[in-house]
């Protein structure tokens, strides 16, 4: 079966940077995606990876190791309105992108 | 600004009653477009593909009847709850790919059967 992996909960200090890991297994790899989603709002679009390494977009980093099926987002100089549901997906060799359950991500002053 | 836009954003109907949700590509063209649901705390499950000019694909356990898609154009596609019922009440999102790497998605509806 397919399955994405990533935290339930986490909890960061506003200023901090934390990471949000995601690991998968699916049949077929076409990228993986990163979404921000904000309570009773659609998931907004942050970051895609296809190749491996580091890709950097501002105060926000996403990382893949293919053949670890391995990816994190990293979230610097945190600020409150980052608190949200943060959303890893796949798409897998049919072009469907297969969600993860999502984590939320909670900032304290 | 949006690239995809979804009315209504929120829904109050009777039970029984029909509510048509529309999903609009706004700066590009779709030939396909998805339809998701969330539930509360849940992450978002696809429930079929609208495909311009031609049937939708529906998920397994989704049942077609009930929630009809139209795509009729390359930047418009509809999904109609029909005969709704409680159950059906949730967060409806659509979304649309972009230049193949970018899905974006409407403001979602939210959907309250009474």
């Known amino acids: 079966g397919q399955n994405i992996d990533q935290p339930t909960e986490m909890t960061a200090t506003e200023g901090a940077i934390v990471q949000i890991n995601c690991t998968y297994q699916t049949s077929g790899f076409n990228g993986l995606f990163w979404y921000q989603q904000h309570a009773g709002e659609a998931p907004t679009f942050l970051s895609y990876n296809v190749l491996d390494g580091l890709e950097e977009k501002g105060r926000f980093s996403s990382f893949l190791s293919r053949s670890k099926g391995y990816s994190y987002l990293l979230l610097k100089e945190l600020q409150m309105k980052d608190s949200a549901s943060y959303l890893c997906a796949v798409r897998d060799s049919n072009y469907q992108l297969i969600w993860g359950a999502g984590t939320k991500l909670i900032i304290k002053p | 600004g949006a690239v995809v836009s979804q009315h209504p954003s929120r829904v109050i109907c009777k039970s029984g009653t029909s509510v048509k949700i529309e999903c609009r590509s706004l700066?590009?063209?779709?030939?396909?477009m998805f339809w998701y649901r969330q539930f509360p705390k849940k992450s978002l499950m696809l429930m079929a593909t609208?495909?311009?000019?031609?049937?939708?694909?529906?998920e397994q356990g989704v049942e077609k009847d009930k929630f009809l898609i139209n795509h009729a154009s390359l930047t418009l596609s509809t999904l109609t709850v029909t005969s709704a019922h409680p159950e059906d009440s949730s967060f409806y999102i659509c979304s649309a790919w972009r230049m193949n790497t970018e899905a974006f998605f409407g403001q979602g509806t939210r959907l309250t059967v009474v």
């Open positions: 609208s495909n311009e000019g031609s049937k939708a694909t529906y």
């Open positions: 700066d590009f063209q779709a030939t396909t």
